[in-house]
């Protein structure tokens, strides 16, 4: 064990370059600061549009509960999932259901007015105050023991470009909307610093090999296994990066990015590209919060891999009568819970690197919603389904509870992590305190 206050002597010693850094960040031998409590992480991830109910609530409520349709993907998970049904946006104001949804939906307090018109409400603004994810990261960043080289990080898929509050997921305050990387290579070039744009990304590997030789032969078995995954990993991603630009060569197109292209049929691809960086970017602790937007609320993708060519909001106002398109809603957000699975499956086949079990021990993932059920744009009954036992909550059940409000909730996010504020947003809905969930 390389103690950590010999650490810089180490790197010293055998001359390593900067750009092998990212790479070490989390190999337990070097015995950074932060290894030595346990790793807690939070992903919120971000579907919009509402759910069927009847597809994705278990009817039964305790241990004893069945997964819906839109659920069945997490069914090898079901004694690690907590589905939470009464949780309520209570949070009113300016702006529309859809604004609210998304605008409230981690802050838990009103959007400021502004100038931005949604449906026939007032228009709005920003949130009036910090996303929950965000809340904790300043947590966790002010201690040696829990801060991280970027404390979060915020993925997007086909999230638009423009900047308003149906595409805005998280706050680093009031008025400070935090704008979720949609690129995958992009947020390679982000966690892996040195490249500037996709053509370095292909020589990063070359940059850091002997460097990486370098180390393993200076430190134990087990950091030995994760260098090996570290290169095996870049050197896919640079795989994938040089058969594309072949492709761009072959195609005679010019200015091609030499990527997947951020494309609503891509949206498969895109989503598995953000889950790998993301599970990976947990391997080499470069955060613990992170969240995952797909879309925006009132998203509008073309869920054309399933057969459905209607706009996904679209779809969403059609009324409970039309069965086909009922359908179409359940097979999307049993999509969704596909995602969902894939993350957790990821987590679950990764060892706690330092620690004690797997990342999916060590991580809450929480699915939500900007909407309860599309066609009606309530705020009652917001999804929220949770994995993972990253906050010690009893998981394994289904609840159904009082319209209790979703600020609660947020609370015990914050509690899970030992950050044990009173309130968090508007606090006029934290008077009961956090759920216990544990």
């Known amino acids: 064990m390389v103690r950590t206050t010999d650490r810089r002597d180490f790197i010293r010693e055998l001359g390593l370059g900067a750009a092998s850094l990212p790479f070490l960040g989390n190999l337990p031998g070097l015995g950074f600061a932060n290894q030595a409590r346990r790793k807690q992480r939070l992903v919120v991830i971000f579907s919009p549009n509402g759910v069927v109910p009847n597809a994705f609530w278990p009817t039964e409520q305790g241990s004893d509960f069945k997964l819906p349709k839109s659920l069945e993907p997490l069914e090898p998970f079901r004694k690690q999932t907590l589905v939470l049904n009464g949780v309520c946006d209570r949070v ?160 005679v197109i010019p200015e091609l990015p030499a990527s997947v292209k951020n494309e609503n049929d891509n949206i498969p691809k895109l989503s598995k590209m953000q889950i790998d960086l993301m599970v990976n970017s947990f391997v080499n602790d470069f955060g613990r919060v992170a969240t995952l937007q797909y879309t925006n609320s009132v998203g509008m993708a073309r869920m054309r891999w399933l057969g459905v060519t209607e706009g996904h909001h679209e779809l969403s106002h059609e009324p409970d009568s039309n069965e086909k398109a009922q359908d179409k809603l359940t097979r ?58 990253g906050l010690n909550f009893k998981m394994g059940r289904s609840l159904k509870l009082p319209r209790v409000p979703h600020n609660r909730l947020l609370l015990s996010l914050a509690h899970g992590f030992g950050h044990s504020i009173k309130q968090f947003g508007n606090r006029d809905f934290c008077g009961a305190g956090p759920l216990v969930l544990s």
């Open 92 to 251: 009113r104001g300016d702006g529309d259901a859809h604004m609210r949804g998304i605008g409230c939906l981690l802050t838990g307090v009103e959007l400021y007015p502004g100038n931005i018109q949604g449906g026939s409400h007032t228009p709005a603004g920003w949130a009036s105050g910090v996303s929950i994810d965000q809340e904790i990261k300043s947590f966790l960043q002010k201690e040696t023991a829990t801060r991280t080289r970027f404390g979060s990080l915020e993925f997007g898929v086909q999230v638009p470009d423009r900047a308003d509050t149906w595409t805005r997921l998280s706050y680093a305050g009031p008025n400070k909307p935090i704008t979720p990387i949609n690129d995958p290579y992009q947020m390679f070039a982000k966690l892996y610093g040195k490249a500037k744009d996709r053509e370095l990304l292909a020589s990063v590997l070359d940059d850091v090999k002997d460097d990486l030789k370098k180390v393993s032969g200076a430190v134990g078995v087990e950091d030995r296994r994760l260098l090996d995954e570290h290169a095996t990993f870049v050197r896919e991603m640079e795989k994938e990066l040089r058969a594309a630009a072949g492709d761009t060569v072959k195609r």
């Open 332 to 389: 999307i957000n049993h999509w969704f819970c596909e995602q969902i699975a894939y993350l957790a499956k990821k987590l679950a086949d990764t060892p706690e690197p330092g620690g004690s079990g797997s990342l999916l021990d060590n991580t809450t993932i929480v699915w939500t919603n900007e909407l309860g059920k599309g066609n009606s744009h309530t705020l009652d009954n917001i999804p929220f389904v949770l994995v993972g036992g």
